[in-house]
């Protein structure tokens, strides 16, 4: 079993609202009704964050693993050996089978529809399919606008406010454009895994090309800006597909 992350707050708050925003904008009225049933009226965005609120409360210490799966260089998800109390790959599959499951209590589903707000998310955010040889990037020591940080925390937050000087409500409304039905339908096909393959793909790369120990220059975000954008939308259009699915 690998050691923790120390942080795992995948795309940090603004992140989070942005792909729930985005997905809430391409429910079908069937399934807003039963979200917001669910949800005894809040949306899914008051909810975006609530597993990493929750991650001080001991009742759900068995959630804290995951928020991430750690891939290392070389290694693919199959190969990685797992972590006993699960992982952001198992944890949306099984938040998939009792949100569906109408034999549970609405307590149950509300509690695995939330986590499902959350964990699509995480599982788009590039250290979360991280190295575990250093601890998801917290390990990986670089350096933004002077200030000593590591490629975790600069990931989820540092490149969302260096990208675009946007408040959540603005990322959704300005990147959310251009994409047809038949082009989200696209992005939706798949499984959790291979989302969260994809996002292996994108953290290796970052990897690549983020020397440790270096500061790190405007250009690197104006390089990654457009994959900021592709994850949050990828995010979101699945994370509507999936509910659009189950709730229907």
């Not at 964050?49 to 929750?54: A, G, L, N, T």
């Not at 210490?61 to 952001?88: E, I, P, R």
């Not at 250009?219 to 592709?230: D, F, L, Q």
Request: charged share 25%; net charge positive; with cysteine.
């Amino acid at each position: 079993m690998f050691a923790h992350t120390i942080s795992v707050f995948g795309w940090g708050t603004k992140g989070h609202n942005v792909i729930a925003s985005i997905a809430e904008e391409h429910l079908n009225v069937k399934t807003k009704k039963e979200i917001r049933r669910l949800l005894e009226g809040r949306t899914m965005v008051y909810y975006s964050v609530w597993m990493d609120e929750i991650r001080s409360n001991p009742a759900f210490s068995y959630t804290s693993t995951w928020h991430y799966a750690n891939v290392d260089d070389g290694k693919t998800y199959q190969t990685m050996g797992k972590q006993k109390g699960g992982d952001v790959v198992t944890a949306t599959v099984q938040a998939i089978e009792k949100l569906k499951n109408k034999n549970l209590p609405d307590s149950i589903r509300a509690m695995n529809l939330k986590f499902l707000i959350h964990l699509v998310g995480d599982m788009h955010c590039p250290m979360h399919a991280g190295r575990a040889t250093d601890r998801g990037g917290n390990d990986y020591s670089v350096t933004w606008n002077k200030t000593k940080t590591n490629l975790h925390s600069l990931w989820d937050n540092s490149v969302i406010d260096g990208a675009r000087n946007w408040n959540s409500i603005e990322w959704a409304k300005f990147i959310d454009i251009n994409m047809n039905r038949k082009q989200r339908l696209a992005i939706e096909t798949g499984e959790p895994l291979d989302w969260f393959n994809e996002t292996v793909a994108l953290a290796s790369d970052i990897y690549k090309n983020t020397p440790e120990n270096e500061a790190i220059p405007q250009s690197y975000v104006r390089k990654y800006t457009p994959a900021i954008e592709e994850q949050f939308l990828k995010a979101g259009y699945r994370l509507a597909g999936l509910l659009n699915s189950i709730l229907k």
